[in-house]
């Protein structure tokens, strides 16, 4: 208590840092070993300050399906806790996140962060022989078809159709892309399908081109196999290929 002629005033306690244990799971039966997962970086970020955000990188056990991470003098806040699985080719491929209330002075748990993997998306543009698109159905071309295998798997990963000049908007700008777009695919090795077809039905319609070259978004090109795309899709990434089409 801090008292002067006119008025006295209480101090306002300072805050005490407490503990916080960060919590992950794999689930029921995977194990870090199962999933290759080398090393686990394990995070709290602080909602305001940056100097309070810190993060450990610790071994991750062949035989754990669980584990945990503490963190000592956390300031009291609510924090983004997080958990990134790293493969033995650094890039990550399985990843969770929450958040924890950490109060003064006080001992905190989180609950169990299971990871889960991360996904790739491909964006498909095509550049045919006919220009303009409008012209495409003139010259035969109804539509254009994208399919995604594993290289030793018969069944397809995804499929896709559409028209010489077909677009999606750009969830993050907004903007308008060309092509075709996948989401949710599995960061494995493929092979990319691309036939384009005279008629709108692909399981009926006869094919009218072929690959000639394909790029990826670099510009480097992509060697063919069988006519074909082998691309390897990295986690949490966003892949683009130009598919270079010819009659």
Not at 60 to 79: K, N, Q
Not at 157 to 169: N, R
Not at 217 to 234: M, S, T, V
Request: with cysteine.
């Amino acid at each position: 208590l801090f008292c002067t002629f006119v008025a006295c005033e209480t101090e306002e306690p300072v805050a005490q840092p407490g503990t916080l244990t960060v919590n992950w799971t794999h689930g029921d039966v995977p194990t870090c070993g199962t999933r290759e997962i080398d090393t686990l970086r394990v995070y709290i970020t602080h909602p305001s300050d940056e100097a309070l955000s810190t993060a450990q990188e610790v071994p991750c056990p062949e035989s754990d399906t669980s584990g945990s991470v503490l963190f000592e003098e956390v300031m009291p806040a609510t924090y983004v806790v997080g958990v990134e699985g790293f493969h033995a080719d650094g890039q990550i491929y399985y990843e969770g996140s929450g958040s924890v209330a950490v109060a003064d002075g006080a001992d905190a748990l989180s609950d169990p962060i299971k990871l889960e993997k991360r996904r790739s998306t491909l964006h498909v543009e095509y550049d045919g022989w006919i220009f303009p698109c409008h012209k495409a159905a003139d010259a035969g071309l109804d539509n254009i078809t994208v399919t995604i295998y594993e290289p030793d798997e018969d069944e397809s990963m995804a499929m896709a159709s559409g028209a010489c000049d077909a677009s999606f908007a750009d969830d993050a700008t907004g903007d308008t892309s060309y092509g075709l777009l996948f989401t949710d695919l599995d960061p494995v090795e493929v092979v990319i399908v691309v036939k384009a077809l005279a008629g709108a039905d692909p399981a009926t319609a006869s094919s009218i081109g072929t690959v000639e070259s394909a790029e990826d978004a670099d510009g480097n090109e992509i060697e063919l196999k069988n006519g074909n795309i082998p691309l390897k899709l990295n986690p949490g990434q966003h892949h683009k290929i130009m598919v270079f089409l010819a009659e």
